[in-house]
């Protein structure tokens, strides 16, 4: 189906119901005309096959997004064949793969979206760039920055589509917030502090195979989510982080791990569990400095009970400030010195440009988690039609990948020195800095 913009971003009102009747979308980036449609004709989402590696929490989130725009998913790749076949069968996905090979030997498959744990990233992202596929990969890019610099070196050299699932940013007033500051109604942003807390691994008795080092990477909580929230204001105020100074803490210190395997956000008690010590984080508390002069502050939890997934910022500039929680996504808070604060309820016919090109539901009516993925694919298949990523895309590069893993590293380092530290980005000099930080 061809889904038809004008010149301000907004879909035909026929367009609208065929959407909701068909479920199938393209969108598609319009110049200004003279007429108030103007149509354009592209390749069909639904022409183009797509797979998916890991079939949890995040590869069912995943599937189901495609299927909402209107890409085929193909098949999946499980942990074992059986699991994949276990899950193939239960979400109707027509075939599991018994390995990334076979995947990637389906002439059909031209876009592989990678939600299997960390360890796996790297090697994943790495065989299906060589085999000219393009590649959507869940967060964190790799287990270490110097994986991650390698796979940029790769996407580069393959001239494929190749993003990070960043999501966050794809809530409408995310996008909306972006433009405001964009275009000065903050004036320069001076502090931006927030949190991002959650609880589901407040208990000795919760487990996850990001509790392992081996699998999940040195950081728990400041990878798993902290890189969420470092990603999206930096992305919002289009600042990068200059320097940290991070306090880390564990304060369960063992917790009984299942013999078994354990679902993502699981709930239920393993009977059979052994005693495991733990390293990785629960808690960071870290001050930022800015490039250009601004500070931050943000602390990062998954063990703060009530909380299940609260990711919020604060932004203030020298003229007005934003604030947004992403448990109530469909409203942000615009602060004022001499005149009434502002709420903004979601509303298409309100926001920016980003804010109307990520929104797939008029206002009124709620946009939440998995409203997110289905937006960020949307950009992600637009460029995979040209054949092309776009010169500055909405969503996360693997450049943006590994900036993450850059100050990661500047994260942990400080935590362990007790000093202010600036990311690494010369390749050379980063390499050098882990090599020491593991002696």
């Avoid at 990678?114 to 393009?134: D, F, K, Y």
């Avoid at 699932?165 to 109604?185: E, S, T």
């Avoid at 469909?330 to 309820?345: P, T």
Wanted: with cysteine; aromatic share 6%; glycine share 8%.
């Amino acid at each position: 189906m061809l889904v038809a913009r004008d010149q301000f971003g907004s879909r035909s009102r026929a367009a609208q119901y065929d959407l909701i009747e068909h479920g199938h979308e393209r969108v598609v980036s319009l110049p200004v005309v003279s007429l108030p449609i103007a149509l354009v004709v592209m390749r069909v989402l639904a022409d183009i096959g797509a797979a998916v590696i890991g079939s949890g929490f995040i590869g069912t989130v995943h599937i189901e997004a495609l299927r909402r725009i209107g890409v085929r998913v193909h098949g999946l790749l499980g942990s074992t064949p059986e699991r994949g076949a276990e899950r193939a069968q239960r979400l109707g996905v027509p075939r599991a793969y018994a390995s990334l090979d076979e995947l990637l030997a389906d002439p059909v498959v031209e876009v592989v979206h990678v939600t299997s744990p960390n360890h796996l990233h790297a090697p994943q992202v790495r065989q299906i760039l060589a085999a000219g596929r393009h590649v959507v990969c869940e967060k964190p890019l790799a287990l270490t920055s110097i994986e991650s610099a390698e796979l940029v070196e790769l996407a580069e050299a393959s001239d494929k589509v190749a993003a990070v699932n960043f999501n966050l940013r794809f809530y409408p007033l995310n996008q909306h917030a972006r433009d405001v500051i964009h275009d000065g109604a903050l004036g320069n942003v001076r502090l931006i502090s927030g949190r991002y807390f959650q609880d589901w691994l407040l208990m000795e008795t919760d487990w996850n195979w990001r509790l392992e080092p081996e699998r999940g990477g040195a950081l728990r909580a400041v990878g798993d989510i902290g890189s969420h929230w470092l990603d999206l204001t930096s992305f919002i105020t289009g600042l990068r982080v200059e320097a940290v100074m991070a306090d880390l803490a564990t304060f369960i210190k063992s917790r009984q791990q299942p013999t078994g395997p354990v679902e993502t956000y699981s709930t239920e008690r393993a009977a059979d569990t052994v005693e495991t010590k733990i390293s990785t984080e629960d808690v960071a508390n870290i001050l930022i400095r800015y490039e250009g002069g601004a500070r931050g502050v943000v602390s990062i939890s998954q063990i703060s009970s009530g909380r299940k997934n609260s990711l919020q910022y604060e932004i203030d500039g020298s003229n007005a400030s934003a604030a947004w929680d992403s448990e109530q996504p469909d409203q942000i808070w615009f602060g004022h010195r001499d005149e009434a604060n502002e709420i903004l309820l979601k509303n298409p016919a309100l926001m920016s440009e980003g804010g109307r090109r990520a929104a797939a539901l008029p206002g009124g009516h709620v946009e939440g988690f998995g409203d997110t993925f289905a937006a960020l694919f949307r950009q992600v298949y637009a460029d995979v039609g040209e054949g092309q990523m776009s010169a500055n895309p909405a969503y996360a590069t693997f450049h943006d990948g590994h900036e993450e893993m850059l100050v990661g590293d500047a994260i942990a380092q400080s935590s362990r020195t007790g000093t202010w530290v600036e990311p690494t980005r010369n390749a050379a000099k980063a390499n050098m800095t882990l090599e020491k930080a593991r002696l």
